[in-house]
């Protein structure tokens, strides 16, 4: 985590001041985040921690929760299932009242059947495979979108925009990566366009060797990638270096963090990678005192900093306004009410997806930064 960053009660002072607010509350709720805080996936841990505890504190800032001051409990899956199942155990011991995360769709799932069974509610900031709200959990919500919805936008893309004809369908054979994988690939054969390869890669693996042969010998003018950084960045890196310059590059919500640029091995080979994502909060109105805040502490709330921000602000708008802790009280006020957030006003339907869901996609630059690209007709 960054010192800077973590300079005893500046980032909450300077939300405090910014909201007009300072008394803080005395009594403890507890809340869980719960995701990648070591390994490969960790810099999406660590986005969740920054903006999970600048929220809490703008909370407690303002009152708390039912006159309770926030207080968070971190817990490291990984990204890892079974570490994932030992977490939500060790959340649910703990007694949390509710908890933002996980990260990784393939240890959300796991974990959320834990947290159904004790009552405790939860939200995830960044897990976007369906199942993770099919599976008729009552106190089960996520801040993002569906694949099935950020597929459809990439598939698009691909045909409208890129023109691909011959386009190479990649995946980690994770729940997250290959889910969107296939979605992607659903809506580029509704579109017209089969892909001319659809593989899976590994988790953890840097040589890509084979797959760039495969590529090649495809003539392939689109690659779509559905996975994480780690991978991400070795696979594009080593589709330059050998020489597939022009194959337009593109990827998901699981690249959102500039260590995709430290993973590929430099700015150079990340100029021009696309991806999707939802429209970046840091461009509205909502945001513009959070954000401020969190650049003066030396942060800049990249990826999903925002996403555990809005969806700290969610559980305890949820508590305050069921007037109880209680997980099952808190679900069904927040299906029936609208929140708030530095993302703006959100709401859920009846299995916990927000109503209104925003991808857009964005293109790295030779800077090694991404910026989101104005909306195609």
Known sequence: ????????????????????????????????VAGPMTGANAA???????????????????????GEKIVLVKGDDACEPKQAVTVAKDLTNQKVAGVVGHFCSSSTIPASEIY????????????????????????????????????????????????????VVLH???????????????????????????????????????????????GADVVYFGGLHPEAGP????LREQGLKD??????????TDELVTT?????????????????????????TVVDAFRKAGTEPEGYTLYAYASVQTLAAAFNGAKSNKGEEAAKWLKANTVKTVMGEKAWDSKGDLKVSDYVVYQWDKDGKYHQLEKQK
């Open 44 to 66: 999406f841990g660590e986005q969740y921690m920054k903006g999970a505890q600048a929220a809490a504190d703008a909370v407690n800032a303002a009152g708390g929760v039912n």
């Open 235 to 238: 696979l594009v890196r080593q």
């Open 116 to 167: 159904d069974e004790a009552g405790i509610i939860a939200i995830t900031p960044g897990s976007t495979n369906p199942a993770v709200t099919e599976r008729g959990l009552s106190a089960m919500f996520r801040m993002c979108g569906r694949d099935d919805q950020q597929g459809i936008v990439a598939g698009d893309y691909i045909v409208d925009v890129l023109k691909g004809k011959k386009v």
């Open 172 to 218: 980690d054979k994770d729940t997250y990566g290959q889910g969107l994988a296939d979605a992607t690939k659903a809506q580029l054969e509704k579109r017209g366009v089969k892909p001319v390869l659809y593989e899976g890669l590994t988790r953890g693996e840097k040589d890509f060797s084979t797959i760039v042969t495969k590529i090649r010998g495809a």
């Open 264 to 288: 590929a091995g430099g700015p150079q080979f990340v100029d021009g990678v696309l991806m999707t994502f939802g429209a970046d909060p840091r461009m509205l109105p909502d945001s513009k």
């Open 247 to 256: 194959v337009k590059f593109m990827s998901d919500d699981g690249i959102v």
């Open 1 to 32: 985590m960054s010192q800077t960053f973590y300079k005893k009660g500046f980032l909450a002072l300077a939300v405090a001041t910014a909201l007009g607010v300072s008394a803080f509350a005395q009594a403890e709720v507890k809340i869980g």
